[in-house]
């Protein structure tokens, strides 16, 4: 029965000493820890690799030479460990001369080893067909073994007593590990000094690798973090599957079944075993029962969760979405988000305000027993078990994302980190943008109470502006029209006609003023939005045909000749204030009259053109006066321009009155180019 134990813990040590010395290798070649266990691994493989005499049990020579093999490797897996357990602690320089020492003195016992000196014959021993006769010097290279060994197993004890935080956890595993490995793998001596004690533990002597592995999968020992990659899984499915397919294969040999039929079941048994344990590393449960996160899983909803491009309110919604996506799928304990401020974790703010990268609660204990704790160590407790800052810029602190316990109060692998530490650079992007919202939102809200405030004057000062406007045009009225009417009774009771003369001046002047105030209390009237309409459907041939006549007079007595052209249908009709827009005719024809009347001496001419189309119909008013220059046509509707060809005529307030009628009626108004010299003043007015 001990041979198929060995045989199959010799596969076994033989598979997880190579996959994991290699892996640990490849991981950091560079640094000394990996190196010295991918050493000490390497002699551990030859070790077992020579335990092949199990598969050669019936050949004296082979069964010698697999001894001798074995112990080749064994010769140097004391001072290998050794190596590896200083670099672990920290202490090489103070065992480099030590390890030197004792490497030097293995090498001379590896010439050994091959010798009669070491062992002299193969012989049968209880169970075991062959067995080595030992010689003197396998009990001196025995001393020699367990010492290193032991002395190696002390320097773990010490560095553990004095470790502190996740070096403490790390170094337990290598302990515990060390432990079993050289116990399991001493019970091989009891039979060389004839002690009936068969290396069924020897199986457990791979013990080492795997708390190794485990050490690196929970608490990132070697600051390796293990990527449990589809390649990785098939590589570990496969030497689970191939071992137990030869521990198949060498139980149905000692039934002497034939070959054929032994070779089918094994193959058979490797394609379902492998099938199995590669489903099994994939699933959910075995990453439960690692207390791991799969990686690719975390990486992708990591990934999901930045693609989202969603806009956040507040920094609470912003952590109940987080929340929402880790707490639940990977039941973290819990997940703050906190927006700094000069009173909270001051000195947390103080410490990342030097320092950028992460902590991690558990490492930062390691200050607990010195006599000084830091200062910040507290407020990281109080917070969680991982604090990642969140900068604004390169410099300016804004916040702390902080991730509670995972389940099981399990660590925090590196690669989990590293992925947090990508999505904590997500988070205070979103958390710039909830800031820059805020800030916005108080400055507009300053704002519009500014708006609201500066309104209210602004309401009182228009209000003011209305009674001043409404109790100066009574008071400018009311006497002119008394004036008007003392110079109307003065020009009918005198006789003299140079008196008649002076007061015929006297009321144009009067009327020239009175019609002033009045278009000055128009102007602010439509300044305030105080003017309203009072619309009629018009036929608008009708209407500007009956204006025409009432000015015909005025237009002989100017000696101009006024041809109104009608080009609309009768029946078209338009909805206006009959009298606005009969203040806007009557406005432009008086601009015109005024123009012709002063700068032209003959053939003066005023021509009114009505047009339409489908929606609208248009107002042009034609004269052969001198015209507006090109720089003064839009000017002369804004507020107090006026028309620069007629200084000392008016205060500029006629066009810009007109302007505001017709925008009141949703119309245009504007001046055109004429074809040879005078002014084109078109209006644009909408069909009823």
């Known amino acids: 029965m001990i041979y198929p134990v060995l045989m199959v813990s010799t596969v076994f040590n033989a598979i997880v000493f190579s996959l994991i010395g290699v892996f640990v290798y490849l991981k950091n070649p560079n640094n000394r820890i990996n190196q010295s266990f991918c050493i000490w691994s390497i002699f551990m493989f030859i070790w077992a690799f020579g335990y092949f005499f199990p598969f050669v049990k019936d050949s004296k020579e082979l069964s010698l030479l697999s001894f001798r093999m074995l112990h080749s490797g064994s ?10 357990v200083s670099s672990v602690l920290g202490i090489y320089p103070e065992q480099k001369k030590i390890i030197k020492t004792g490497a030097f003195i293995h090498i001379i016992l590896a010439f050994i080893v091959p010798t009669p000196l070491f062992i002299k014959d193969m012989v049968p021993k209880f169970e075991m067909f062959y067995w080595a006769e030992i010689n003197f010097m396998y009990s001196v290279w025995l001393i020699i073994w367990m010492s290193i060994v032991n002395y190696s197993v002390y320097l773990l004890y010490i560095g553990y007593k004095k470790a502190v935080g996740i070096k403490k956890i790390q170094i337990k595993y290598i302990l515990i590990g060390a432990i079993f490995t050289f116990s399991c793998g001493s019970t091989n001596f009891f039979l060389f000094y004839d002690i009936n004690i068969l290396p069924y533990l020897n199986i457990l002597s791979s013990l080492y690798a795997l708390t190794t592995a485990y050490a690196i999968i929970r608490y990132r020992f070697m600051d390796i973090y293990l990527t449990i990659s589809n390649t990785f899984k098939i590589i570990v499915a496969f030497a689970l599957s191939s071992l137990l397919s030869t521990l198949l294969y060498f139980l149905l040999t000692n039934f002497h079944a034939p070959i054929l039929f032994i070779l089918l079941l094994v193959f058979c048994c490797a394609i379902l075993t492998y099938s199995k344990f590669l489903y099994f590393l994939k699933s959910s449960f075995f990453h439960r029962l690692f207390r791991t996160t799969s990686f690719e899983n975390l990486k992708l ?33 819990s997940i703050k988000i906190i927006l700094l401020n000069n009173q909270n974790n001051l000195h947390l703010k103080k410490l990342f305000n030097k320092k950028k990268d992460f902590l991690v609660t558990k490492e930062e204990e390691h200050f607990g027993k010195d006599k000084k704790k830091p200062q910040y160590l507290q407020e990281l407790k109080d917070l969680g078990e991982v604090c990642f800052p969140l900068y604004q810029g390169p410099k300016r602190l804004i916040g702390l994302f902080v991730l509670g316990k995972k389940p099981f109060d399990d660590l925090y692998k590196k690669e ?77 009771d005198t006789a003299v006609p140079e008196n008649k003369e002076r007061i015929f001046s006297l009321k144009e002047a009067l009327n020239r003023l009175l019609e002033l105030v009045q278009k000055f ?37 100017k000696k101009i000749a006024f041809t109104f052209n009608n080009q609309i249908d009768e029946n078209t009709t338009v909805i206006i204030d009959q009298t606005n827009i009969r203040q806007v005719v009557n406005n432009i024809l008086s601009n015109s009259i005024k123009f012709l009347t002063e700068k032209v001496k003959r053939n003066r001419k005023i021509t009114l053109n009505l047009q339409e189309d489908q929606d609208h119909v248009y107002l042009k008013t034609e004269d052969n006066g001198p015209g507006i220059p090109d720089h003064s046509k839009k000017q002369v509707f804004e507020k107090f321009k006026g028309d620069p060809m007629l200084k000392n005529k008016g205060i500029g307030l006629g066009l810009y009155i007109c302007k ?6 949703k119309g245009k108004i504007w001046i055109e180019d004429a074809p040879k010299k005078g002014t084109v003043i078109c209006i644009k007015l909408n069909k009823a």
């Open 660 to 665: 505001k009628i017709i925008n009141l009626h």
């Open 416 to 492: 989990e980190l590293e992925l947090f530490e990508g999505l904590s650079h997500y988070i205070a992007l979103s958390l710039m943008g909830i800031l820059y919202n805020s800030e916005l939102k108080k400055e507009v809200k300053e704002k519009t109470q500014s708006l609201i405030t500066q309104n209210k004057k602004v309401k009182d000062l228009l209000k003011q502006q209305e009674e001043l406007v409404a109790v100066s045009a009574h008071e400018l009225r009311t006497p002119l029209n008394v004036a008007l009417l003392q110079a109307e009774l003065f020009s009918v």
């Open 301 to 333: 909803i990591i990934d999901n969760f930045k693609n989202k491009n969603t806009f956040y309110a507040s920094v609470q919604d912003l952590e109940k979405k987080v929340k929402k996506v880790f707490c639940t799928e990977f039941k973290i304990e």
């Open 75 to 84: 010769n140097f897996i004391p001072i290998s460990f050794l190596y590896f």
């Open 521 to 557: 209390f128009d102007s602010q009237k439509y300044e305030l939005d105080k003017s309203s309409l009072v619309l009629k459907k018009t036929y608008l041939a009708e209407f500007i045909s009956n204006m025409c006549e009432s000015l015909s007079p005025l237009m002989q007595e």
